[in-house]
């Protein structure tokens, strides 16, 4: 049973003076969670519907018609809209780097492309969207290596590391009001948190139009540690750009464990959850100068995207909100901690 009536205090409300409250959603959960979106949230974020692939399958074809749909929805409810995602290495289609004669596609048209649909999407959603990750993912992982510092892509392969600093101006052609983010992952890992740091600073340095740094914060009850994460912000924080937390999420099960034999979250797991949650929030707080919003990666257990992911078809946990949309002892935390 999903719960209609809400008698606990409003999320969004209690945190009012600190930093938005976000939540990726889609055509189905704003339906299915409406009720707890429209309570506890004040600010969406598109789960796929403005990607690449989802807004421009064809060269000449765009579908608007899922994120349209979506944005609706913020200004039905008076919600904010984060836009994401414009340039990534996935859910991109091919056609965009060929040629459309059997070869790839130059630069010079890579890039024009590139501007052709930032200036359609981020012309159409000015209204209602106020920030864009301009740019996803593009830093590499690769720590071995201490000379990558980029991730292998079309992108780069095709355009040149100055496909960055391009997407930043397109988008601030198209809507010079937008603020435009850098977002990515494993963010407060010490090796990557150094090189986002020397992309957006260098970004500065050429006077890029970048006005803040995205932490997807896609973290588990065991990593990355909490001193990481306060490092990490701080070393954000000297850029002097708005800081936000894009797709929290905090999973039970540790990134290598692969156990599939779990049907409800432990005790110790939501106690676990609960603790992090609240001391995540805490430093959250300690830094609400240069945060504007903390958005969660969905909205309540019964919709993740961990469910699929590492494991395919493995139930996970990760929200304050639990599969009948309750408040869980995580919720109970975050919400003490606003009134103190
Ligand atoms: C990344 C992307 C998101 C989403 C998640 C997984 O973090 O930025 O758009 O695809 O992966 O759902």
């Known amino acids: 049973m999903i719960s209609?009536?809400?008698?606990?205090?409003?999320?969004?409300?209690?945190?009012?003076?600190?930093?938005?409250?976000?939540?990726?959603?889609?055509?189905?959960?704003?339906?299915?969670?409406?009720?707890?979106?429209?309570?506890?949230?004040?600010?969406?974020?598109?789960?796929?519907?403005?990607?690449?692939?989802?807004?421009?399958?064809?060269?000449?074809?765009?579908?608007?018609?899922?994120?349209?749909?979506?944005?609706?929805?913020?200004?039905?409810?008076?919600?904010?809209?984060?836009?994401?995602?414009?340039?990534?290495?996935?859910?991109?289609?091919?056609?965009?780097?060929?040629?459309g004669q059997g070869g790839p596609a130059d630069r010079a048209l890579l890039l024009e492309r590139l501007r052709s649909h930032i200036g359609a999407v981020v012309g159409r959603y000015k209204d209602t969207v106020y920030c864009w990750d301009v740019v996803n993912e593009v830093i590499s992982d690769d720590t071995a290596d201490k000379?990558?510092?980029?991730?292998p892509s079309k992108w780069l392969e095709i355009a040149g590391i100055d496909f960055i600093a391009k997407a930043f101006e397109y988008a601030h052609e198209a809507d010079p009001k937008a603020l435009l983010f850098y977002n990515d992952y494993n963010e407060s890992h010490p090796c990557k948190r150094d090189r986002i740091y020397r992309l957006v600073r260098s970004l500065l340095d050429q006077g890029v139009p970048i006005h803040g740094v995205g932490l997807q914060a896609h973290w588990n009850l065991f990593d990355p540690s909490l001193d990481d994460i306060r490092a990490a912000i701080e070393k954000y924080a000297e850029l002097g750009l708005q800081l936000q937390l894009t797709e929290l999420d905090l999973s039970v099960f540790r990134f290598e464990d692969r156990r599939t034999d779990?049907?409800?979250?432990?005790?110790?797991?939501?106690?676990?959850q609960a603790e992090l949650y609240e001391a995540v929030f805490r430093l959250l707080r300690e830094y609400r100068d240069c945060i504007g919003a903390v958005t969660f990666w969905g909205?309540?257990?019964?919709?993740?995207?961990?469910?699929g992911f590492p494991v395919r078809g493995r139930k996970n946990w990760p929200f304050i909100f639990d599969e009948s949309h309750r408040p869980k002892p995580a919720y109970e935390r975050i919400a003490a901690l606003a009134n103190r």
């Not at 074809?61 to 008076?78: I, M």
């Not at 000379?147 to 991730?151: A, I």
């Not at 909205?299 to 469910?307: E, G, K, Q, V």
């Open 147 to 151: 000379e990558t510092f980029l991730r």
């Open 299 to 307: 909205a309540a257990d019964d919709y993740t995207w961990l469910d």
């Open 4 to 99: 209609s009536t809400r008698q606990e205090a409003s999320l969004k409300e209690l945190y009012k003076g600190d930093f938005q409250i976000g939540a990726a959603v889609n055509p189905v959960t704003i339906e299915s969670q409406k009720s707890l979106l429209t309570y506890h949230f004040n600010s969406i974020t598109a789960e796929n519907e403005m990607k690449f692939s989802s807004l421009h399958p064809q060269e000449e074809v765009y579908t608007f018609q899922d994120a349209d749909r979506l944005a609706g929805f913020a200004k039905e409810h008076q919600m904010a809209m984060r836009g994401h995602t414009l340039v990534w290495h996935n859910q991109t289609p091919d056609w965009l780097f060929e040629n």
């Open 262 to 272: 779990l049907l409800h979250p432990s005790e110790e797991m939501l106690e676990r």
